[in-house]
């Protein structure tokens, strides 16, 4: 089946650095990938759409040269949120569409900014 | 704005019980749907998903689902739960739009079942 993996599992850093998280699709080409943020006992909210050789398509309110979004190759996106600050800890997930329009989920970066 | 809503954010089930969960949502246009389950620890995982065709669509694990266009419902059923049912469940709706979609989520329903 369809694997998606991302790196790190969890990140620990201090307030004002930045952080990358990657999402790759293991045995399947992606042309869009999706970033979700989970905050605790919510449901998932779409950050963004990564599209491979164009520019990401950021959802509402979301902070474009905050959580900057590369889609290097068809089997990899990356996240970097910059100069995070301690309201940036969450919960980060990536997506891949396969066989249509079902998505595949990666595990989760969880993300903690002292 | 599209959106989908889940009845019950919490649900406390014996085994053997019935399930039924409820799935609402809101776009005019033409829609994929889905329900993910969330076990503890694990990431987001595909329970079954409708396209096109048969309104009533079986998935893993005993669960089915029931889109009624009408309604704008999706409602996930399975006859007799199981301990090992306890999970979080989302629906899911891709709005589909001039070739592309948007995945909008559902709040989930935390599903513990006691043995």
Redo the contacts between chains.
């Keep these: 089946g369809a694997v998606v993996s991302q790196h790190p599992s969890r990140v620990i850093c201090k307030s004002g650095t930045s952080v990358k998280i990657e999402c790759r699709s293991l045995d399947f080409q992606a042309t869009?990938m999706?970033w979700?943020r989970q905050f605790p006992k919510?449901?998932?909210?779409?950050m963004a759409?990564s599209n491979e050789g164009s520019k990401a398509t950021y959802e509402q309110g979301v902070e474009k040269d905050k959580f900057l979004i590369n889609h290097a190759s068809l089997t990899l996106s990356t996240l970097t949120v910059t100069s995070a600050h301690p309201e940036d800890s969450s919960f980060y997930?990536c997506?891949a569409p396969h066989e249509?329009?079902?998505?595949?989920?990666?595990?989760?970066t969880r993300l903690l900014v002292l | 704005a599209q959106s989908v809503s889940q009845h019950n954010h919490h649900v406390i089930l014996s085994e053997a019980a019935s399930l039924e969960l409820g799935c609402n949502y809101s776009y005019g246009g033409t829609v994929n749907l889905f329900w993910y389950v969330q076990y503890p620890g694990q990431h987001l995982q595909l329970l079954l998903k409708y396209f096109s065709g048969d309104p009533l669509v079986k998935g893993i694990k005993g669960f089915e689902a029931e889109f009624i266009k009408s309604k704008f419902s999706f409602n996930l059923r399975k006859p007799s739960v199981q301990w090992s049912d306890t999970a979080e469940y989302f629906c899911a709706v891709n709005a589909v739009k001039n070739g592309g979609f948007k995945t909008i989520f559902g709040a989930g329903t935390r599903l513990f079942v006691k043995a």
């Design positions: 869009t999706f979700y919510q449901s998932l909210m779409l759409t997930i997506s249509g329009a079902t998505q595949y989920f990666g595990p989760g």
